[in-house]
């Protein structure tokens, strides 16, 4: 299994910023973690993606974040990094870190979270 160990979060003012980080521990089962990223959920609503990042370094992010937050990782640590720069009320939400992993080069990805940290975007 992958343990993933968020931080970072806290209460900021709009406008300001922030950075989170994500851990990753696995076990010798876990033959590669293939991305790592970042979901959040705001109360009331869905779970969405907010960014991801592969072990080849390709990103994908969503459309509302594009230009504010930068995900990066250092593969020799398994952590991942996400700023956020110009943050928004909106932006208020539990941010969950998450891992795709396989087990061999032929097994399944498998889905990992962490348990959350709280990102409050308020004056």
């Known amino acids: 299994q992958v343990q993933l160990v968020e931080s970072g979060g806290g209460l900021v003012q709009p406008g300001g910023s922030l950075r989170l980080s994500c851990s990753a521990s696995a076990s010798a089962s876990i033959f590669s973690i293939y991305a790592m990223g970042w979901y959040r959920q705001a109360p009331g609503k869905q779970r969405e993606l907010v960014a991801f990042i592969t072990v080849g370094g390709s990103t994908n992010y969503t459309d509302a974040v594009k230009g504010r937050f930068t995900i990066s990782r250092d593969n020799a640590r398994n952590t991942v990094y996400l700023h956020l720069n110009s943050l928004k009320p909106e932006d208020t939400a539990v941010y969950y870190c998450?891992?795709?992993?396989?087990?061999?080069?032929?097994?399944?990805?498998?889905?990992?979270w962490g348990q959350g940290t709280q990102v409050t975007v308020s004056s």
């Open positions: 998450n891992a795709e992993a396989i087990a061999s080069p032929i097994s399944p990805m498998k889905a990992y």
